[in-house]
T-cell receptor
Framework: GENVEQHPSTLSVQEGDSAVIKCTYS??????FPWYKQELGKRPQLIID?????GEKKDQRIAVTLNKTAKHFSLHITETQPEDSAVYFC???????????FGGGTRVLVKP | EAGVAQSPRYKIIEKRQSVAFWCNPI?????LYWYQQILGQGPKLLIQ????????DSQLPKDRFSAERLKGVDSTLKIQPAKLEDSAVYLC????????????FGPGTRLTVT
């Protein structure tokens, strides 16, 4: 099965700084790469995703970059704000409808 | 559009008791997933349904867990008997068809086994 790892496991940044989380995966057939944000006590919510035929995607302050050769993709958050504090999960997937295999999560704390 | 509904939101039981969780997916979503999220970890798939058929139950502890989706709409997940290590949040998710990547999560049921 898919082996998914995230680094770092915790990340503390000052408000306004950038945060980067890296996700490595083992299944070379993975072709969809989402990032989920989970606030304390709430459900995971999709914040950005990328398909395998695209190297980078940006949505306001968040972006995802993909390196299929090296089998990793990263979440970039710029100009961090306190409301960005949450746990972020990557969950690469091989095909539509398949189960999500979540990484262990990265706890991000944005200090005001 | 209404989201994925789950009930109850919280449940506390003693070990060896049984418990059942209910999920109603987004209308029209053929695929339904049950995930288990232990505190401090990412969600782990327990079972996946396509309409009323099981697609993947490889990580479901079948000696104590069971799930059904009889009419291809709502679903029930049961644990009998519960163990302490079953304490977790049980998340239900749904997606439109097998051709859709995005999964929508319900609010979850937080189970505490004492």
């Amino acid at each position: 099965g898919e082996n998914v790892e995230q680094h770092p496991s915790t990340l503390s940044v000052q408000e306004g700084d950038s945060a980067v989380i890296k996700c490595t995966y083992s299944d070379s057939a993975s072709n969809y790469f989402p990032w989920y944000k989970q606030e304390l006590g709430k459900r995971p919510q999709l914040i950005i995703d990328i398909r395998s035929n695209v190297g980078e995607k940006k949505d306001q302050r968040i972006a995802v970059t993909l390196n299929k050769t090296a089998k990793h993709f990263s979440l970039h958050i710029t100009e961090t704000q306190p409301e960005d504090s949450a746990v972020y999960f990557c969950a690469p997937i091989r095909a539509a409808g398949n189960k999500l295999t979540f990484g262990g999560g990265t706890r991000v704390l944005v200090k005001p | 559009e209404a989201g994925v509904a789950q009930s109850p939101r919280y449940k506390i039981i003693e070990k060896r008791q049984s418990v059942a969780f209910w999920c109603n997916p987004i209308s029209g979503h053929a695929t339904l997933y049950w995930y288990q999220q232990i505190l401090g970890q990412g969600p782990k798939l327990l079972i996946q349904f396509q309409n009323n058929g099981v697609v993947d139950d490889s990580q479901l502890p079948k000696d104590r867990f069971s799930a059904e989706r009889l009419k291809g709409v709502d679903s029930t997940l049961k644990i009998q008997p519960a163990k302490l290590e079953d304490s977790a949040v049980y998340l239900c998710a749904s997606s439109q068809t097998q051709g859709s990547y995005e999964q929508y999560f319900g609010p979850g049921t937080r189970l505490t086994v004492t």
